[in-house]
């Protein structure tokens, strides 16, 4: 319960400090001209990558650290923790099935599996990378289990197009009433840009939300029934 209460805290921190700053941009007239149903798209995958950066733990300005451990054997707690192997592959697994899923939803050029592949391999090396600054272990067996739950999300998207009857060349980019303006930055609210924002949200603004949430649950009486 405390596990998913600290979970909840921090994704719904970042996503406090996320919205004005997605709400400002909406205002700017390049990002104008994105409809609201994919701006809201958008916003819902800033707040999946606030909800995985909270589970896998990247550090924060207030506790950063060097603690390099690594796993770089594939397989190796298989033989001495199958159950606890298990477990872990299963949640890495689920973690990164979204990413795989919503990329194609609302990019084009995410159709093609490679990229989305690409683009989860990436996030996962980055997230690994990361955790040399805190005390979590950098592990090669979740950068392949990642890396497989984003493919299977693709393959669910894929699934999904073809029993919906949707055209799978026809994004979210593509319904939008008004065609983008020339001016529109190639790269405006793409997933790269997007991830460097709420990491750096999270790494600066969100602990210190999370930590004024957390003094409020722990000197109200609700704590007392929670623990």
Same mark, same amino acid.
């Given at each position: 319960?405390?596990?998913?209460?600290? $979970?909840?805290?921090?994704?719904?921190?970042?996503?406090?400090?996320?919205?004005?700053?997605?709400?400002? *941009?909406?205002?700017?007239?390049?990002?104008?001209?994105?409809?609201?149903?994919?701006?809201?798209?958008?916003?819902?995958?800033?707040?999946?990558?606030?909800?995985?950066?909270?589970?896998?733990?990247?550090?924060?300005?207030?506790?950063?650290?060097? %603690?390099? /451990?690594?796993?770089?054997?594939?397989?190796?707690? $298989?033989?001495?923790?199958?159950?606890? %192997?298990?477990?872990?592959?299963?949640?890495?697994?689920?973690?990164?099935?979204?990413?795989?899923?919503?990329?194609?939803?609302?990019?084009? =050029?995410? =159709?093609?599996?490679? =990229?989305?592949?690409?683009?989860?391999?990436? *996030?996962? $090396?980055?997230? /690994?990378?990361?955790?040399?600054?805190?005390?979590?272990?950098?592990?090669?067996?979740?950068?392949?289990?990642?890396?497989?739950? #984003?493919?299977?999300? %693709?393959?669910?998207?894929?699934?999904? #197009?073809?029993?919906?009857? *949707?055209?799978? /060349?026809? #994004?979210?980019?593509?319904?939008?009433?008004?065609?983008?303006?020339?001016?529109?930055?190639?790269?405006?609210?793409?997933?790269?840009?997007?991830?460097?924002?709420?990491?750096?949200?999270?790494?600066?603004?969100?602990?210190? !939300?999370?930590? $004024? !949430?957390?003094?409020?649950?722990?000197?109200?009486?609700?704590?007392?029934?929670?623990?």
């Amino acid at each position: 319960m405390v596990r998913l209460l600290s $979970l909840s805290i921090g994704a719904g921190s970042t996503l406090i400090a996320l919205l004005p700053v997605m709400f400002f *941009l909406r205002a700017l007239p390049p990002f104008g001209q994105y409809s609201r149903k994919r701006y809201a798209l958008i916003l819902l995958f800033g707040f999946y990558l606030a909800g995985v950066f909270t589970a896998v733990g990247i550090p924060a300005a207030d506790s950063l650290m060097i %603690y390099p /451990e690594f796993e770089l054997i594939p397989l190796a707690d $298989l033989i001495f923790d199958p159950l606890g %192997y298990a477990k872990t592959s299963v949640l890495n697994i689920l973690l990164f099935v979204p990413l795989g899923f919503l990329l194609p939803l609302i990019w084009d =050029r995410y =159709r093609i599996s490679r =990229r989305t592949l690409l683009a989860g391999f990436g *996030l996962s $090396l980055a997230v /690994e990378f990361l955790q040399i600054f805190t005390f979590r272990l950098t592990d090669i067996n979740d950068l392949i289990m990642n890396t497989l739950g #984003t493919g299977l999300g %693709y393959l669910l998207f894929q699934s999904l #197009t073809e029993k919906l009857h *949707l055209n799978p /060349e026809k #994004t979210v980019s593509q319904q939008e009433s008004a065609a983008p303006s020339p001016e529109m930055p190639p790269q405006a609210l793409e997933p790269l840009p997007l991830c460097l924002l709420v990491f750096l949200i999270m790494f600066t603004v969100q602990p210190l !939300i999370s930590g $004024l !949430i957390w003094r409020l649950i722990l000197e109200s009486p609700m704590w007392e029934r929670i623990r």
